[in-house]
């Protein structure tokens, strides 16, 4: 069975199971819309690869870690489309929960779900005390404080903020719970599977940024030109596009060669570089190099983010390993 086709199983047998009987209907309803309305499924498939490259020895704990990860990340999709945040109308090519649904039903369904990814490891891990533990532990690292999507999610409440820092709390904690996941629930260390999470994971949140840029509602599923007017910090107004775009490639090939040694190095590579194509395609580069192609230098525009103060040393690349 694909990992897709593992994890969308997954996903559906937990979640009916921890929904149980009598739960209110239109929060349920609401839950359902926000898990299973067509999202990449990157964070638990990364959990899935990596227990296999592990050994995988108990894969219903496995299956439990990669729903729990995708749980977290809905859960913080439908709070950062809310009005308090992003006021997003738009995600995966579907209304937002608070627009489907409204307000209250969006914020309950937000806390409905971290709540349920906890309440599956719990049930999945009984057999293994130890390596619930384990994983308990590092979903909590991945969503909370101190650089976890909750504080990650709070840097735009601040004066001032290091973009890197920023990306890596809001987007690159997950995955890098998501990578160590995969080693724990097979009981093995995880502490060697943390960079691959970690340069994935800031590659993800700049290959967005560029995205936002670049993109169009139907190719992306979502509102583009949202950093620019929600005034957020992103890689493409910090580095300027072209620059964005050579970061993006240098963490792609970090993370490459941040894969441990392990019998399925080769297929997680062929992963990362396929994953990088479906972020950031070739010809999307292209398309925008040929449109600007009589600009010489185009200076990335200042930024009058509520945290403008970005400290951009994070960021700047060292010499990028430009595929494009
Ligand atoms: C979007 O994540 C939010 C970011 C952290 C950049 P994904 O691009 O993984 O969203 P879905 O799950 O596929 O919709
Ligand atoms: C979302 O970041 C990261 C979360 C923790 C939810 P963005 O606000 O940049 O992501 P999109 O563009 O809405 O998916
Ligand atoms: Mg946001
Ligand atoms: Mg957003």
């Known amino acids: 069975m694909s990992l897709i086709a593992r994890t969308e199983q997954a996903l559906s047998q937990h979640f009916e199971l921890a929904v149980g009987i009598g739960a209110p209907q239109k929060l349920q309803a609401a839950m359902k819309h926000a898990v299973f309305s067509g999202g990449a499924r990157i964070r638990p498939q990364l959990c899935m690869a990596v227990a296999v490259a592990c050994g995988e020895d108990e894969p219903d704990l496995t299956n439990a870690a990669a729903v729990a990860l995708e749980f977290m990340h809905c859960a913080s999709l439908v709070h950062d489309d809310m009005p308090a945040f992003d006021n997003a109308d738009f ?105 691959l999470g970690a340069f994935l994971g800031e590659a993800y949140q700049v290959a967005d940024d560029i995205r936002d840029v670049l993109g169009d509602i139907a190719s992306l599923g979502k509102p583009a030109g949202q950093d620019v007017l929600n005034a957020r910090p992103s890689s493409a ?45 070739k010809s999307m580069c292209d398309g925008y190099r040929k449109r600007n192609a009589h600009v010489k230098f185009v200076k990335p525009a200042k930024s009058s983010s509520s945290i403008a103060k970005v400290h951009k040393s994070s960021v700047t690349s060292s010499t990028p390993h430009s595929q494009r």
């Not at 599956?120 to 009984?126: D, E, I, P, T």
């Not at 910090?238 to 019998?263: R, S």
């Open 91 to 195: 995600r995966r090519g579907q209304a937002t929960v608070h627009k489907a649904f409204s307000e209250p039903l969006a914020l309950l369904a937000g806390d409905g779900l971290i709540v349920m990814a906890y309440q599956v490891l719990l049930q999945a891990g009984r057999q293994h005390p130890q390596r619930l533990m384990g994983l308990m532990e590092n979903l909590t690292r991945g969503v909370g404080l101190p650089d976890g999507i909750v504080a990650g999610q709070a840097w735009e409440c601040e004066t001032t903020a290091d973009l890197g820092q920023y990306q890596r709390a809001k987007t690159g904690a997950l995955f890098v719970s998501a990578t160590c996941a995969g080693a724990i629930a097979s009981g093995k260390p995880s502490e060697p599977w943390a960079p």
């Open 237 to 281: 107004q910090a580095l300027g596009l072209e620059g964005a775009i050579q970061h993006f490639d240098t963490l792609i090939a970090k993370a490459g060669d941040a894969i441990p040694n392990c019998n399925s190095r080769d297929m997680l590579r062929q992963l990362v570089l396929l994953e990088s194509e479906r972020l950031v395609p």
